[in-house]
């Protein structure tokens, strides 16, 4: 299979170096230039089995097709359960059972398996680079920790990630390290891009990216939108319909793709923060990207979602875009009445973000919708404790592998917002490497 760029302007490549190479080198995205069909009537005994399938025709010819299921065995080796609530036809599709307790643990192992495989032995170590509001970086650190070959310097905005998220990135020590920049996220993404174009640095040392732009994160998170709708429709005998909270459209992509291979995926509706723009767009506006706004859902407070140019690439015009999905917006009173009222309404405890999600399954319900939805959920409740614990009362016990995180030390490096001195911090900390 070839991949494309959305931008027209690079030469069209396989799998490996699409991975390898994270952005296209016009700027653009990659993307399969056609959509293959699944030919999956029933899900596999795992998660991975399910993927290794569904990956299959991405990887024909490539060499890494002889290690996909290799791969898909290592990179999701813990449970996304898809699990009944309290309301007839409601459900939650649990993706934080990974390492850090976020759905893009997925993703991110998945690009490790992947990267490391295709490194050539001898070769100079790479430094992947993660600018991070949160999640991102945490469950890159994890994917490529001790692993060799390979470095992470992760950069996330001082101050604006949750304290938990905070130790998160800064624990674990070996091949990565975490900086912490005094700016945005924005800022972080600016100085990670400014390297990633420093034809000067790149002499000098080996550098990767993993943001979630990366086929290497996209392909992989549609394996639970399908093994969860092939087992809905063995059971049910009919497609589920997803709720997904939004920031780069990564996630709900995903589940797009895989539906348009042929899985029982009905309507798919994305739920944003007061990040309004997709929303808008899918009203009729124009697509307007702008500054990101900070919310109580911070790993969704995109202003300029990146996978929107994939979404476009893919249609003919944007009445067609508009008519793939739904989406709706969700504000910090919103996603707080839905948080304190999810105990008693659903059974559960959501991280904001799943909040999101709940409150727009909420208004489907006083509106009348009688299908089956589930809400994505994309992270464990306790990551967000300062958000969640002080609105239903009581204290959210961390997860196994975040209490382990917790429990071990954590440092990050300060930064301030200066190319140069990142620049030379990088030269400097790989030549003691
Ligand atoms: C990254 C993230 C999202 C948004 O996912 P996208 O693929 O960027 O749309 C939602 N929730 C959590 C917890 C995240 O970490």
């Known amino acids: 299979m070839k991949f494309a760029s959305t931008r027209g302007g690079s030469p069209e490549v396989g799998i490996d170096d699409a991975l390898a190479a994270g952005l296209a080198p016009d700027g653009g995205l990659y993307v399969p230039l056609a959509i293959p069909e699944?030919?999956?009537?029933?899900?596999?005994?795992?998660?991975?089995?399910?993927?290794a399938a569904l990956l299959g025709p991405y990887f024909a010819g490539s060499r890494l097709e002889p290690?996909?299921?290799?791969?898909?065995?290592?990179?999701f080796d813990f449970p996304v359960p898809l699990r009944p609530l309290q309301g007839a036809g409601d459900y939650l599709l649990e993706l934080f059972h990974g390492p850090?307790?976020?759905f893009k643990d997925i993703g991110a192992r998945f690009l490790a398996e992947a990267l490391s495989r295709l490194r050539e032995s001898g070769a100079p170590p790479t430094t992947i680079l993660v600018a991070t509001s949160g999640d991102t970086g945490a469950a890159v650190g994890a994917a490529f920790h001790r692993r060799e070959g390979f470095r992470v310097v992760i950069l996330y905005p001082d101050g604006r990630v949750s304290p938990r998220q905070a130790h998160g990135l800064g624990c674990f020590g070996d091949n990565v390290q975490a900086l912490r920049v005094e700016g945005t996220f924005d800022d972080c993404q600016q100085l990670v891009k400014q390297a990633l174009t420093d034809a000067g640095l790149r002499e000098s040392i080996t550098l990767g990216s993993a943001n979630s732009i990366s086929l290497g994160r996209l392909l992989p998170q549609m394996a639970y939108y399908a093994h969860a709708s092939l087992q809905f429709r063995a059971d049910h005998g009919t497609s589920l319909n997803f709720v997904i909270p939004t920031g780069n459209l990564g996630n709900a992509l995903a589940a797009w793709l895989a539906r348009s291979m042929g899985l029982p995926i009905g309507d798919i509706v994305i739920a944003s923060n007061a990040n309004d723009v997709l929303p808008r767009y899918f009203d009729g506006a124009d697509y307007r990207p702008q500054a990101g706004k900070a919310t109580l859902a911070n790993a969704m407070d995109v202003g300029a979602p990146s996978n929107f140019e994939r979404l476009r690439w893919w249609h003919v015009d944007d009445a067609a875009v508009r008519a793939s999905m739904r989406a709706c917006s969700v504000d910090d009173g919103q996603i707080s009445a839905a948080i304190a009222g999810a105990p008693a309404r659903h059974g559960l405890v959501p991280c904001p973000h799943t909040a999101v999600a709940l409150h727009a399954l909420e208004s489907l319900r006083a509106h009348g919708d009688r299908r089956p939805w589930a809400v994505v959920a994309t992270a464990h409740p306790a990551k967000f404790e300062r958000v969640v614990e002080p609105l239903i009362g009581h204290e959210v016990?961390?997860?196994p592998a975040l209490a382990a995180a917790l429990a071990r030390s954590a440092t990050a490096t300060p930064l301030g917002l200066d190319y140069p001195a990142f620049r030379d911090w990088l030269l400097e900390s790989t030549a003691v490497q």
């Open 67 to 75: 290690q996909l299921a290799d791969m898909c065995r290592a990179a």
């Open 100 to 102: 850090t307790a976020a």
């Open 38 to 51: 699944a030919h999956l009537d029933k899900a596999g005994a795992t998660l991975a089995d399910t993927a």
């Open 397 to 399: 016990k961390p997860p």
